[in-house]
Every structure is written in C-alpha cells, then in structure tokens.
C-alpha cells in the first residue's frame, strides 16, 4: 500500500514549479498572504487587491539584524513584544510589523467564520466587534482576546476596509490612508483615516 502514495508524493514533488501557479486563496483567506496565481491578498479575511498596500501593511512580519536598530523605543519594545509609536511598527518574537493592523491581528488567532457558534461574535467579525459573554474581539476573521490590542486591531481593521475601496482609485493614497502619510500623486495627506490637507488647491 506504501508505495502507490510515495509515488505520488514523487509525482507532486517533481511538478513542484507549476505548484506555484496554484490559487493558495483558501489558506491565505485564514492566515493572510498573498496569492500569486489570482494577484490578490488576504488580511483578517478581507480580500486586498493591491499588492503595494498589502506589501506595506507587512502580514508577516520579517526579521531585523538587532544591531541595525537604532530607535531606543524599538530596542524595549523588541524584548516586551510590544509596538513603537515613534516608529510605528510592532515587534512579536523578534519579528518586526510594519503597520498596527498586523501587529495586532498576529497576537490573534484566525478562525473560521463558519464554525464560529456564537452569533454576536460572528456578527462582530465582519465591522470589528467584542462580545462581552465571551470575553473575545473578533477582527474580521480574526479572534483577538486582549481588549486592548483588540480596540487597536478593530481600528485598523475599519481603515483597511476604506482603504481597500479607496485603493482602486489610488494605491498611494490606500496606503497613506493606513499609515498617516501623504500621497504625492494626489497631494493629500491622511491622519487617523481621513485627508487632513488636500494641497490641490493650494498648488
Ligand atoms: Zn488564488
Ligand atoms: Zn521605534
Ligand atoms: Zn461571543
Ligand atoms: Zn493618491
């Protein structure tokens, strides 16, 4: 019986570089990643068309050499896993995240909406809601049980939610709406998720 199933393994194996042409949608609507084969991502199960914003909001996290860092605040928050605001990036087991959402959404657990018992927790995924008789936040698909990084998570999630819509129009301004930047295309700059100066007529 053995060995019909290891040539198969074989068989996969050997075809290994079309494997990657393969939709991984299904695992990345879980965990987050982005698909190559459909050019799309997934973050807390919300679909991201934009390879630019959803590179810039960093799922993953990556590793940092300890030495290159030179903010003081990163130095502290790299050994309590907590976030830096000056730099605005999130450190989890040595891993650095580049954006709040991310941050946060990994000290979560991702679930699937579709097992989810409780209806006011199913009903608080897709807006970002906490449901007190479980003492858990879900974030899109993401359950989150400290309210703390859950209130820090469930903004985010509500911006990435705009800045989705707002990434057909201008990936620039996507991603500045997310990270309190400008987008110099547009000439507008966005803080807590709204243009706080549109220098079009200015200039
Ligand atoms: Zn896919
Ligand atoms: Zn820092
Ligand atoms: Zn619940
Ligand atoms: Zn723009």
Not at 8 to 23: H, I, K, Q, R, Y
Not at 30 to 41: H, P, V
Not at 112 to 122: P, Q, S, T
Not at 127 to 135: I, L
């Amino acid at each position: 019986m053995k060995h019909p199933l290891t040539l198969t393994v074989v068989l996969v194996m050997w075809a290994a570089p079309t494997a990657d042409a393969e939709c991984k949608c299904d695992v990345y609507k879980l965990n987050g990643g982005w698909c190559s084969t459909c050019e799309a991502g997934y973050l807390a199960g919300v679909r991201i068309k934009s390879e630019f914003l959803f590179e810039v909001l960093d799922a993953h996290g990556h590793n940092i050499d300890p030495s290159a860092i030179r903010c003081a605040i990163c130095k502290e928050a790299r050994k309590s896993n907590s976030f830096c605001d000056t730099c605005r990036r999130g450190w989890i087991d040595n891993k650095v995240y580049m954006s709040r959402l991310t941050y946060h959404l990994t000290k979560g657990e991702p679930k699937i909406l579709f097992d989810i018992k409780c209806a006011i927790c199913k009903e608080g995924a897709a807006r970002g809601g906490w449901c007190e008789k479980c003492r858990v936040g879900m974030v899109g698909n993401v359950a989150i049980k400290d309210k703390t990084d859950f209130d820090h998570a469930a903004g985010a999630y509500r911006r990435l939610l705009v800045a989705v819509r707002l990434s057909s129009q201008c990936e620039m301004c996507a991603v500045a709406l997310m990270s309190d930047g400008r987008c110099t295309k547009c000439k507008k700059t966005y803080k807590n998720g709204e243009v706080v100066s549109d220098g079009q007529q200015k200039e």
